[in-house]
């Protein structure tokens, strides 16, 4: 006797597994209005364990198809129509050279779960987290960007720029008994 399991991950992602206890092969359609996802909306289905294997939606149902005996097919549906991991940002438009700003990325609402954040400051340096903190060194316009990991594995990137200003402050340290002398200076 066939058995299905279903679990609402959030409101992209659900998992469905398929248990075929019988000893004959079985065929499987399952209506997604009877899984209790939203009618209307577009999705896309793939075998959880051979992700480029995509399971058909038609006509509102899931077509699991053919299974062997003493078996289970684990599918993953995405609903398309709710955002990637998604989020709003905190950054600055401006920064002086050499202080440190911070950078935060708090989720939204309306996308799905975020499981890491990566800053990419534009100048060659990056940080992981949703609250990062940052100097940059040389006067610039930065082309920065934030990309974060969904429990769907799809990144969602946000870009934004940072106008620094300024020069760094160099600061001589000389080692004890020594000192500097200005040139044409005593």
Known sequence: MPSEYFLQEDARQSMVAVFNWTEETHSHTLELKSLGLPQG????????????????????SLVVGSQPPHSVRLVKIVDTSVPASSVTLDVPKAAQTGEAVNFRAMPAAEGGPALSYHWDFGDGTTANGPEVAHAYTRAAVFNAKLTVEGVDGIP???????????????????????????????
Request: aromatic share 8%.
């Open 41 to 60: 909306h577009p999705y896309e289905a793939h075998d959880a364990l051979n992700p480029h294997k995509p399971v058909p939606i038609e006509g509102g």
């Open 156 to 186: 969602a990137e946000k870009s934004f720029m940072v106008a620094v200003e300024g020069a760094l402050k160099t600061v001589f340290h000389l080692p004890e008994n020594r000192r500097y002398v200005e040139p044409g200076g005593n």
